[in-house]
């Protein structure tokens, strides 16, 4: 089975060690650089990313993981995982860094403050694609969005109208990928539906 790195430095890293190992991956927390060695892809869970940014340089895995993603190893990042991996962050701190692995502009926070996060219904292209296939339930807290996408990237879910308290809200790209880089402004690893950590690891596989 592949070995799938969670980044263990702040957030739910449980559920997504949980989710992976329920898939039929090898899931290994990462605390320090060599634990990047012989990774088949890496989960960057919620949290929230300044802190996690911050982390990053405190455990010495900024430039490594940098590396490791710049060299094409397959991620999938949730939630501040996916503010992480943008390549442009709109409403952070000016000293917080993100890593470049896909050509998003992220709005963080973008949904409004915490007791606005909401769940709803989702399309999501490759899972609910089949007549009757039930919906994913996604589950935005403090969330952000995607405010823009480069050429190379695939819009996989946005938020279907009336979902959040904000109309501004609706229709906002909610899921991404650009090849092996996977990126949900929600946490599925929350909800027992396995679909989204599969969709991942059969990426890694390809
Ligand atoms: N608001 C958080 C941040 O900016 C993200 C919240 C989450 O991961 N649930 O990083």
Known sequence: PPTIGVLAVQG??????????????????????????GLDGIVLPGGESTTISKLLDVFELDAPLRAALAQGLPAYGSCAGMIMLASKILDTRPDA?????????????????????????????????????????????RAPWVEEVGAGVTILATVPPGAARDPA????????????VVATSFHP??????????????????
Not at 20 to 32: Q, Y
Not at 113 to 124: A, G, I, M, N, Y
């Open 169 to 180: 809200a609706d229709g906002r790209i909610v899921a991404v990928a650009q090849g092996a």
């Open 12 to 37: 739910d890293v449980r559920e997504h060690v949980s989710a992976l190992r329920a898939v039929g991956a090898n899931p290994r927390p990462v605390r320090r650089a060599a634990e990047l060695d």
């Open 189 to 206: 690893e929350v909800t027992g539906d396995l679909r989204v950590h599969q969709y991942f690891v059969d990426r890694v596989r390809q």
């Open 97 to 141: 860094r993100h890593l470049d692995a896909i050509d998003i502009t992220v709005r963080r926070n973008a949904f409004g403050r915490q007791t606005d996060s909401f769940e709803t219904d989702l399309q999501f292209a490759g899972i609910t694609d089949a007549p009757g296939a039930p919906p994913v339930r996604g589950v935005f807290i």
